[in-house]
């Protein structure tokens, strides 16, 4: 059985953007996206971002985000605590040791005694609440930044797929998803090295900052400043520096990456050639190139750490060295010694982090620059803003004048008219690079023609929901590619609200029923990566199958029985047959014994109708079609005279054991 999809429980969904609503989106993107991240747009980045960190259709996430920011308030006050306990522990311990050292003895209960004591436990008591409230800070805003990340993930992911089919076919699948996989780790990068790291940083500079101009002077105040804008422009400098290897690294690691999924799709290719040698190689240059850049990376590292730990330590040295000065003309305490060091250490941990923030997000937004990139690529083919649905009476279709070429210099079709009539099947054949299977593109409207129009009962198909019109049309393709999934999911993918009893039927009908019957796990039998678990034929009876269940109103059958071989040809040939009746059909054929049966044949070459007529018609005058149609007999013929020798000679192989026994 086939589990129907809502037979399990899913986590809720994101709310899909309507594709008008996405537009507008890309159309308002700031400038930023457009932008290299070297040419520090990163406030751009963080204004869009914050539309996904505060969603107007999600109250509770706002609260979160209210109760996230009271809390990081007073983490902040408490972190500035922490020293002071330090700090009046040590004074409270000067007169203790003073009168120590003078013969003294000191009860538990003693005042000197309990003053430090209580102090101390005061300081461990500040640290561990310190740590409670930033935990629980973290806590209460890790589902806002996932939620962003989520959000802005499925949104790409989406836009893909409403991106036009040239832009997947000049990319790289093993690419592209590396792409989305960088750019939702670069974009949780930022979400929370901003809001969980540089925000609560920046209010304890403030603080601390504060605190020194209170407790001490100026003169401390301006050696924290100098040593916090040195640190930050050594920072700035020496990231901008690693920006470059990153970017390095990333597409090294990107192009070996690419070339392990190309090099692994075509396994058998690899096998047949012989050629694993050639592919280890060709693997070990990108990672060689990737090595070379990750030790640059790491080298650049080490620099930036040995300069940032030098430059602090300066400031720290400068700061304590003032207060030993105060010491000793009798303006500061011994615990003002220790308190300086104390506040000044706990500045370097935000300080570190704030250099490791602008690093991260520097590499981040490197990382997300092409996920943005592909963001913001309009569709080629989009929606009119006055689109309406497709409404399918007869389901007649016109082709009419319909000019087309992928590049200019190397036209496809030149001015293509005809019909299919209501309930028709009219066959297009011709020879490879004819035009054929570009009709049936630009009927699904995955390209635009430059000029002439494709109607379906009289409407213009451009001016209807791309949604509604691929809902009205069934495709049969030559090349039948699954999902990594079971066979009932990739039958239920023609219609996803069919019940088992439908999905049967279909099988039946694709005459697949008694294979999937046969199987020991049935419906759920893994198919395995783009179906290579099973043969050329059932991958395409499951593909006919998956569109018989669609039951659309027009077909389209791009030399759907290619991969099957002559006895599997005929049965699937009455299927398609028998699913074509009362459907307008589009036959895009390389077998002409197919076709016979075609209301109309038309034949292509060059991006122009040469012959059109039945299939006696086009046999009787003798042209481009007739002979075809010969060359094929021709080639069909051979093939028959070998089957039969080879079936002679093995029964002459099984007389010859005969007699030896």
């Known amino acids: 059985m086939v589990d129907s999809p809502s037979s399990s429980a899913h986590p809720a969904t994101v709310k899909p953007l309507p594709p008008e609503a996405l537009t507008k989106r890309i159309e308002a ?34 609260l979160r985000i209210l109760w996230a920011t009271l809390l990081l308030v007073i983490a902040k006050l408490v972190t500035l605590a922490v020293p002071f306990t330090f700090k009046w522990a040590t004074d409270a311990l000067a007169p203790l040791l003073e009168r120590k050292a003078a013969g003294q003895t000191f009860t538990f209960t003693s005042a000197l005694y309990m003053a430090p004591l209580m102090l101390t436990l005061a300081y461990g008591a500040m640290r561990v609440m310190m ?26 992911f989406e836009h893909m797929h409403r991106l036009s089919l040239r832009f997947h076919l000049e990319k790289k699948t093993g690419g592209l998803t590396r792409v989305l996989e960088r750019g939702r780790s670069g974009i949780e990068t930022i979400v929370r090295m901003t809001m969980l790291t540089a925000i609560p940083t920046l209010v304890e500079f403030v603080l601390i900052l504060a605190v020194l101009l209170y407790e001490f002077d100026w003169r401390y ?10 640190y930050m422009l050594f920072t700035t400098k020496a990231t901008q520096w690693r920006i470059g290897i990153r970017r390095s690294m990333n597409e090294s690691d990107t192009e070996a990456n690419t070339k392990a999924v190309d090099s692994l799709l075509n396994y058998e290719t690899v096998k047949y050639f012989g050629a694993e040698d050639r592919e280890r190689d060709r693997y070990d240059r990108s990672v060689a190139r990737f090595e070379s850049a990750s030790v640059q990376a790491y080298n650049s590292l080490a620099v930036l750490n040995a300069g ?38 706990q500045l370097y941990q935000p300080l570190n982090f704030m250099g490791m923030v602008y690093r991260e997000i520097k590499q981040a937004v490197t990382d997300i620059e092409m996920m943005f990139d592909v963001l913001d690529r309009a569709p080629e083919v989009a929606d009119d803003p006055s689109a309406k649905p497709l409404q399918v009476g007869t389901g007649t279709v ?9 590049v200019p210099e190397r036209p496809i079709l030149r001015g293509i008219s005809f019909e299919i009539p209501a309930g028709k099947t009219v066959a297009v054949v011709g020879p490879s690079g004819a035009g054929k299977s570009t009709l049936s593109r630009l009927l699904y409207r995955f390209y635009e023609p430059q000029s002439g129009q494709i109607t379906i009962d009289g409407q213009d198909i451009t001016h209807v929901t791309q949604v509604s019109l691929r809902a009205a049309i069934g495709m049969v393709p030559q090349d039948t590619v699954l999902f ?38 049935g419906y759920e039998t893994s198919v395995g990566e783009r179906g ?63 076709i016979v049966n075609a209301d109309e044949i038309i034949v292509l070459d060059d991006g122009v109708i040469v012959e059109r007529g039945n299939h006696e018609a086009l046999i009787s005058s003798g042209g481009v079609y007739a002979q075809l149609w010969n060359r094929q007999r021709e080639v069909d013929e051979a093939q028959q005279t070998l089957q039969r020798v080879a079936q002679e000679e093995g029964k002459r192989g099984r007389g010859d054991d005969k007699e030896q026994a």
């Open 308 to 345: 940032q730990a030098t430059i602090f330590t300066l400031g720290l040295t400068v700061c304590m060295a003032l207060v030993v000065d105060g010491i000793v003309e009798g303006r500061n305490t011994l615990g003002d010694f220790v308190f300086i060091n104390a506040m000044l250490l």
């Open 131 to 156: 740590a409670l409230l930033t935990q629980l800070r973290d806590a209460l805003f890790a589902s806002v930044a996932m939620h962003a990340v989520r959000r802005l993930a499925i949104e790409t």
């Open 221 to 230: 105040v301006l050696v924290t400043l100098v040593m916090i804008f040195a």
């Open 29 to 62: 993107r700031p400038a930023r996206s457009r932008v290299s991240a070297d040419k520090g747009h990163l406030l751009s980045t963080f204004r869009e971002l914050w539309t996904y960190l505060w969603p107007r259709d999600r109250a509770d996430l706002r």
């Open 398 to 406: 016109r082709f009419d004048n319909v000019v087309f070429s992928y």
């Open 532 to 594: 290579l678990k099973l043969s050329g034929g059932e991958k395409q009876r499951v593909a006919i199958a998956r569109t018989l269940l669609k039951a659309p109103p027009i077909l389209v059958l791009d030399e759907a029985t290619s991969a099957l071989d002559s006895f599997t040809e005929k049965d699937i040939q009455d299927s398609l047959e028998q699913m074509s009746r009362g459907r307008t059909t589009l036959v895009i054929a390389h077998r002409l014994s197919t």
């Open 484 to 521: 990594n999934d079971t066979i009932g999911y990739n039958i239920r993918y023609g219609r996803w609200d069919a019940t088992q009893a439908e999905i049967e039927e279909a099988t039946r009908l694709a005459q697949i029923d008694h294979f999937i019957a046969s199987l020991p796990e």
